[in-house]
T-cell receptor
Framework: KAGVTQTPRYLIKTRGQQVTLSCSPI?????VSWYQQTPGQGLQFLFE???????NKGNFPGRFSGRQFSNSRSEMNVSTLELGDSALYLC?????????????FGSGTQLSVL | GESVGLHLPTLSVQEGDNSIINCAYS??????FIWYKQESGKGPQFIID?????DKRQGQRVTVLLNKTVKHLSLQIAATQPGDSAVYFC????????????FGTGTRLKVLA
């Protein structure tokens, strides 16, 4: 079974631009969640999608958004990029029907904002 | 506020010795806990989990201990190997009512040859 796939692996953007990151979960997993990882803040929860609906949301500004498609693939978008958005963005999928507990992570997208 | 934290940011252990990584949590209503391992350039990987109705669970070379009285979680790695070098995160999950999934800040484990 293929693992969680995230694309692209690396991204360099400038302030004010927008970016879209993609995540393909493990086949059969319907829950996809997104995390931001930085050296200073650790792993911070962004949001979680289940069956195309946002089920949970973390404390991030509205510039961060996401969506999930019918095939469970997910994208997250960050608009009007700021220097502080530089981070590793991790996607995780889970097979749990009701709650996302054991998470399977991708290798992440390393975003650098210049 | 609610948080999950680690006592030691870096732990250096001699190869072959046992490692103990600690984690404190603040939400007594959390009912599920997981330890993840993150190697350089990779996402976190599940190691072992424990429900709040248990106080100990063993896996292959790893043991998780849960002390709900003092809200403390630990990961013990037996006979630590070079491949164990990584950052370890505890995660605290609250599944009833308002769902919450909170990661600790992480502990870096360095295995010395």
């Amino acid at each position: 079974k293929a693992g969680v796939t995230q694309t692209p692996r690396y991204l360099i953007k400038t302030r004010g631009q927008q970016v879209t990151l993609s995540c393909s979960p493990i086949s059969g997993h319907r829950s996809v969640s997104w995390y931001q990882q930085t050296p200073g803040q650790g792993l911070q929860f962004l949001f979680e999608y289940f069956s195309e609906t946002q089920r949970n949301k973390g404390n991030f500004p509205g510039r961060f958004s996401g969506r999930q498609f019918s095939n469970s693939r997910s994208e997250m978008n960050v608009s009007t990029l700021e220097l502080g958005d530089s981070a590793l963005y991790l996607c995780a999928s889970s097979s749990d029907r009701d709650r996302s507990e054991k998470l399977f992570f991708g290798s992440g997208t390393q975003l650098s904002v210049l | 506020g609610e948080s999950v934290g680690l006592h030691l940011p870096t732990l250096s252990v001699q190869e072959g010795d046992n490692s103990i990584i600690n984690c404190a949590y603040s939400n007594s209503a959390s009912d599920y806990f997981i330890w993840y391992k993150q190697e350089s350039g990779k996402g976190p990987q599940f190691i072992i989990d424990i429900r709040s109705n248990m106080d100990k669970r063993q896996g292959q070379r790893v043991t998780v201990l849960l002390n709900k009285t003092v809200k403390h979680l630990s990961l013990q790695i037996a006979a630590t190997q070079p491949g164990d070098s990584a950052v370890y995160f505890c995660a605290e999950i609250h599944t009833s009512g308002t769902y919450k999934y909170i990661f600790g800040t992480g502990t870096r484990l360095k295995v010395l040859a």
